[in-house]
């Protein structure tokens, strides 16, 4: 569990300290830090409310993404993501969610103001993305379609074998 008075202060405190198929449980309040999960069968979400991961200060893991996810089956639920960026110097596409795996689902969040909402795909063809019930505001904030590359709500490679979207608002 992650909140005040609870097992862990972060949720990426809890992720690194979680063992496969393991669930964190993230209470609704702000927190700036950022990770990769590389638990496989991971599951973080938000109880009790949608607690906010707020970047706006902050740089991303790695400098790709508020979350990286860099193990299979991982599944992310009733999130709020913001903030996400990085320079130009380094590709100005931080994401809310940088993809660098398989089995992803994103449900119920909330992904918004970063330079990318969701990047990425598994770097060897296979599995699949499920993202549903979400909200998808603002991504593409910067200038990185001017520069090297280029911002969106979703950038998704096409090595899934499946991607499904459904239930979801992705605008402005």
Request: proline share 5%; with cysteine.
């Amino acid at each position: 569990t992650v909140g005040t008075g609870k097992m862990y202060a972060s949720p990426c405190q809890a992720i690194a300290a979680a063992q496969s198929n393991d669930t964190v449980e993230i209470a609704p309040e702000t927190y700036t830090d950022t990770c990769a999960i590389s638990v496989p069968g991971l599951t973080v979400r938000g109880v009790g409310g949608r607690p906010k991961i707020d970047l706006s200060n902050g740089t991303p893991s790695g400098q790709k993404g508020i979350y990286v996810i860099n193990a299979d089956g991982i599944t992310l639920e009733n999130l709020e993501l913001t903030g996400a960026h990085i320079d130009a110097s380094a590709g100005e596409n931080g994401a809310g969610i940088r993809i660098q795996a398989t089995n992803l689902t994103v449900r119920g969040c909330y992904i918004h103001d970063n330079q990318n909402g969701i990047l990425g795909g598994p770097p060897q063809p296979g599995g699949f993305l499920l993202v549903e019930a979400s909200e998808f505001a603002r991504n593409g904030m910067g200038n990185g379609c001017n520069s090297s590359g280029c911002t969106h709500n979703l950038y998704i490679a096409a090595n899934f074998d499946k991607f499904t979207f459904q239930y979801n608002w992705s605008h402005s």
